[in-house]
């Protein structure tokens, strides 16, 4: 079975610095990985995927993330931190196979300090 | 394009009733849908997966005559928490994928309170 692990349970990096995101995963095949954002009290928005092909993968709103196979991670990154991504950031993987069911990390609180 | 949206957005019942939560895709035919739950600063766990016009396949863990999911159409997927307790006061997600892609599209949530 599919697993995802987000070691760190919030980062804090100030505004204007570079934001990383970990997510290290486990799959029997191929992985399909996505990260997800969530704002208070409402649903996830999707911020980017990799299903196959180059290992950077460029996102919504100027977030990135690396697909590194040997490492089995997905960590996300964005250059220049805001404000305004302070919220909670979900990597999930499924398997390239079936109905793509998803298995989430525990998610990370990023916290951008003004 | 892609849009999900879940009515209602919250809701309030008394414990030993029953409640219905809609999840529709609004722009894209979704052949499968997927409900989650979330616990307060915790992540989603996956209850069931549901394709349009057959029975919902649930999590181990999950009561199927508890948490009865319809998937009749390719737009619409409801989920209905018989006889709620207060336990099964949550934040409740659906997602909807359209057929032969491998994206989620999560809808807003449904905040339960059973009291």
């Known amino acids: 079975a599919q697993s995802v692990a987000q070691p760190e349970d919030q980062v804090n990096v100030a505004e204007g610095n570079p934001l990383t995101v970990k997510c290290t995963y486990s799959?029997?095949?191929?992985?399909?990985l996505f990260w997800y954002v969530q704002y208070p009290n409402r649903g996830l928005q999707f911020l980017l995927k990799y299903i196959t092909g180059d290992n950077l993968v460029k996102g919504s709103y100027g977030f990135e993330a690396e697909f590194n196979k040997s490492q089995t991670s997905f960590h996300l990154k964005k250059p220049s931190a805001l404000v305004s991504d302070s919220a909670l950031y979900f990597c999930a993987v499924s398997e390239s196979y079936g109905n793509n069911r998803l298995a989430f990390g525990k998610g990370n609180q990023v916290v951008v300090i003004p | 394009g892609a849009v999900v949206s879940q009515h209602p957005s919250w809701v309030i019942c008394k414990s030993g009733t029953s409640v219905k939560i809609e999840c529709r895709s609004l722009?894209?035919?979704?052949?499968?849908m997927f409900w989650y739950r979330q616990f307060p600063k915790q992540s989603l766990m996956l209850m069931a997966t549901?394709?349009?016009?057959?029975?919902?396949?649930?999590e181990q863990g999950v009561e199927k005559d508890k948490f009865l999911i319809n998937h009749a159409s390719l737009t619409l997927s409801t989920l209905t928490v018989t006889s709620a307790h207060p336990e099964d006061s949550s934040f409740y997600i659906c997602?909807?994928?359209?057929?032969?892609?491998?994206?989620?599209?999560f809808g807003p949530g449904t905040r339960l309170t059973v009291t």
């Open positions: 722009d894209f035919q979704a052949t499968t």
């Open positions: 549901s394709n349009e016009g057959s029975k919902a396949t649930y």
């Open positions: 799959v029997s095949g191929n992985p399909y």
């Open positions: 997602s909807a994928k359209r057929g032969g892609t491998y994206e989620q599209y």
